[in-house]
């Protein structure tokens, strides 16, 4: 197994020197560049191998470590994206991909990556990602060149290319840990005892906290707020400590037969190198829990079980409640959670706002950690029972109805009217419903309404970078605040426990339905916001209006004339090339034999 792991790992670190050109080899000598410019399959195959050498130098054997993990984390996706006529992704689906891989293991959001709000227009690709601008100048130029070749990525591209970008960023957390090596009065050279390196390690956990805020040459100033954060900082401070003190133990624990029984352990630089990566992997997966805490008490807040807060409850603080919400209507609206549709006042969107901007708790130079998206792993599961960008409604509706969340049980019956719309979906898209769209994001928001974001169409997609909200953008004053939640409104906030349950029994897959209805499992007339506006997020260049295409059938009868009509073109090429073949001389006719069409 090792030996066959081993050479796996070299294939995959080739991978992302030949990937994009292999095809261009046999197709053609060259491929074209900008302008008039013409590249050699040959040379774009040289500079990627460079690129590569030059990316992973240095820290092969952490990348190689991860690359099979990589690809089981990533490979059913990879399937059920939507290919090129070579069997590969497009520029669109790497993105997507390394977006959802990085979110979905380890929370984080990528900086020129983040979620596209529904957007089809300007979506930045990998190449235009600033770790790699910054760092691996060699690669962009390679993988702009490589584009032009219009090739894309098979599965073994990805696993090396995330596991490249994941070294890049990686490699910026080494500049943070020789800080607080100094802020610890520490140089990186020397050796540190168990203590001493808890001490370094906390540090770094600070100033990670702090993002570009932080200072990373005061180390007096440092030292004074460690300890003032060590004897005020209650449960988060145990966290903190708890969290690098596991790290430490089982990095101690796998080394164990490296070091000696009898001495006391030490460490090194490269030693707690390796320990902060282990750190920057699982960091985001164990900040999670907070999130989980914030999700719980939202949906306490909300009357129907519907997924939404009234805005006038979100701003209400009472005396069991953990968390206060500060953020504005203003920021609600722009990031997706604000919705003036519900019936009795504005609501909070419980997972937009979840998976808003504001809940990001870190911040470096290249990357947030934000709380991860739960719809993204229920949709994964969708992939990787669907193996096809695409499914029918009842295939859908079948695994759907088996699947469950963190809020939604499963073998539940979906009510009618989101059966409909799935059919409606599929509708405008020759009868199978893409899994990768904006209106499928919709129905899967309606059927988790506390996992998936509702996905409005941003108007500035900027709004979903934890950057743009820096300090006190996102927050509402005080006064703001109390207005708003002046108006509550007495029926919304006092319904007692019985008839929320009651309520709560009636409500499914976020949609609320009627107290009349006496069939269980069956809707009447539920509030449901809906649009018919589709964005294909892993298709290149595949905006449209579905409500435009009523005409579905008439296009499809036209296509099939057309390839009527081309199929008997070639069939008339086809009889006159045998008619001059078979006519005239004997010997003519005999060798027509050999060539007769098999109709």
Known sequence: MAKAGGNKSIAYLAALSFFMFSSAVSASPSV???????????????????????????????????????????WQTYQALPKNDLGRLPPKGVRYLVHNYFAREHGWVIKGLEPLGHQDANVSAVHDLSVL??????????????????????????????????????????TTLEAAYRLNLFTPEEPL??????????????????GQKADLVDGAR??????L???????????????????????????????????????????????????????????????????????????????????????????????????GVEYLKQVGAYDASAAGGPRVRIANYMLGPSNCIASSTYYSICCISECESLLNQLEANVKAPAASPSHILELVRHMSSSTVDSHRELPDVLVG???SIADHHDGDVPLHGRLFSQWMHHAFPNEC??????????????????????????????????QAVDDVLSQNESDVASLADNVAAGLLWSDDDQEVGKASVPELQWTEEEVLHAHDGSSLKLGTQKG?????????????????????????????????????????????LPF
């Not at 001490?199 to 956990?205: D, F, H, I």
């Open 193 to 210: 005892s168990e203590h001493d390196l808890h001490s370094v390690l906390q540090s770094y956990l600070l100033l990670f906290k702090q």
């Open 133 to 174: 601008q910054d760092k691996a100048p060699a690669l962009v130029e390679s993988l702009l060149e490589a584009r032009r070749a219009d090739h894309g990525l098979s599965l073994s591209d990805m696993v090396a290319m995330v596991a490249a970008l994941e070294r890049l960023i990686l490699d910026e957390s080494l």
């Open 453 to 486: 974001p509702y996905p409005q169409i941003m108007e500035d997609v900027t709004a979903l970078d934890p950057r743009a909200w820096t300090g006190s953008k996102a927050e509402a004053s005080q006064e703001e605040r109390a207005k708003i939640a002046a």
């Open 229 to 327: 954060v060590a004897n005020r900082g209650g449960q988060r401070w145990k966290l903190i400590v708890d969290f690098e003190s596991d790290a430490v133990n089982n990095y101690a624990f796998a080394n164990n037969h490296k070091s000696n029984p009898f001495e006391e352990s030490s460490y090194s630089f490269k030693d707690a190198s390796s320990i902060i990566e282990s750190m920057a992997h699982s960091y985001g997966k164990w900040q999670n829990q907070e999130c989980h805490d914030m999700k719980e008490e939202l949906m306490s807040m909300d009357p129907d079980g519907s997924g939404r807060v009234p805005l006038p409850r979100f701003y209400t603080p009472s005396a069991t409640d953990v968390y206060k919400f500060t953020e």
């Open 421 to 423: 719309k799935l059919q």
């Open 222 to 227: 440092h030292r004074q707020w460690k300890n």
């Open 552 to 596: 579905g059938l008439f296009g499809s009868l036209m296509r099939w004339a057309f390839q009527g009509a081309l199929l008997f073109s070639l069939l008339r090429v086809l009889f006159n090339w045998q008619d001059s073949l078979c006519g005239g001389s004997s010997k003519k006719k005999a060798k027509c034999e050999d060539y007769e």
């Open 32 to 74: 074209r560049g900008a302008g008039d410019s013409r590249i050699s399959a040959e040379n774009i195959q040289s500079r990627l191998t460079e690129a590569l050498e030059s990316v992973m130098r240095g820290g092969e054997d952490a990348g190689a470590k991860h690359l099979e993990t990589i690809e089981a984390h990533i």
